[in-house]
DNA sequence: AAATAAAGTTAGTCTTGGCTAAAGTTTTTC
DNA sequence: GAAAAACTTTAGCCAAGACTAACTTTATTT
């Protein structure tokens, strides 16, 4: 097992940023024996395998990792707090921007991806401030507290909610703008009713009916990025 | 002479926004045989003059600038245009912070220097059209236009006004946020009119009043920074 | 349980953009 | 006009963070 040997303790780079996030992104809800994988972070990162290894191996020097070689890596408190840094920065200047500046939706998250980066603490809290201290962005995703924390809903995916059982549309989850531009198109806002009047068999797409008003065909895999409030804990008992 | 020999034309890293950046704000605005010094290039982005050096050769391959060994440098069109670029994002940028989000005027600026090289020409935009489209920032430097071009009042420093001629401040040059805080406090703001009823000799301090209200001692070197309508055209002739 | 496939790591290379030390050029000074 | 000072460039080095090719480890098949 690698562990810290000698840090210096600069303040993370970009790319040390951009790997951390993409750890947590990766990491199950649910415990796992085995970490986040080479594999997925290279693939993720769009960056050669040797290339995450290489850079692992850093991290976990600097203690912002636990890395067991072939087993994978999981996050440290101190690599976790940056990645919901990151993931903050990212939400609230989404956020701001949707509603200051006029964007829409589905254009923030490449301008985002970018400037979380480079954000000041202060500036962040200002316009996390002027926005009423928001705790979801425009895509229903939770904000991260400014310590670290983060609400944990129990979300369902669309493409597993009983059929004629209308739910709300709370979350849409990390796609193009073009499939976003294409959902707003359907009327897949946030807080949109939703019910599922049919679905197709072997993963086919789903018949919906939006807001009692229009039906749609979804197709499954999109579906699987929308979420709702889930209710399984309540039927269970 | 070194020209350009095999561009890629990538799209410029933050490295050489940065050298355009300075090279400009090191242009002389009489032109002179000699272009912007090696030295005063590293003296001002606090680098080594040979690693200026070692840069300018690849700014001249990408043609930039026009870089002749031991006499200089001179910026290009397209060099010219980033550098303009940069300077408008940030004055937009500084503009946009005090205006909407509270910022005051002496720290803008850290904010400023590194997102200007990563804000999108749409954010930009929108930014510059939420506040009116603005032509000065909160310092009263001109914010270039889209094109490129840039207002080129004729100011005069501070220390180059008669005594006894009330002027209005125009604009105040590159301070450090703590001089910005001491001339906010002396009522040193755009617009405040001034007079100088005294220069010190020996390039000493100059006794001011503002706004007919109170009196200062003005340091020399911070009346450099500060500038006024320059009106020795209309009195030559 | 051996063979193969898949995933991960190591070794060595490249580019970017810094650095220092030393050598060369231009300008200034006496 | 020669020596000194100031400036500039060259040469060689380094760290970060990518890459490819080759090798190792783990997982899967038969």
Known sequence: MRTRKNSTKNAPSRAWEDYLKAIYKLEKPEPTDKGVQTKELAERMSISQASVTNMLKKLADEGYIQYEPYYGVTLNDSGRSIAMKMIRNHRVLESYLVERLGYSWDEVDEEAETLEHFLSDKLVERMWNDLGQPTHDPHGSPIPNIDGTIERKNLTSLAEVKLDTPVML????????????????????????????????????????????????????????????????????
């Open 170 to 237: 709370e979350r849409i989850k990390n796609r193009s703008p073009e499939e976003l531009r294409y959902l707003a198109s359907i009327g897949m806002h946030i807080g949109a009713k939703i019910v599922i009047k049919n679905q197709a068999p072997f993963n086919g797409p789903l018949l919906i009916e939006v807001d009692d008003q229009h039906f749609h065909a979804l197709d499954y895999r999109m579906a699987l990025a929308l979420f709702v409030e889930d209710n399984t804990d309540s039927i269970n008992h």
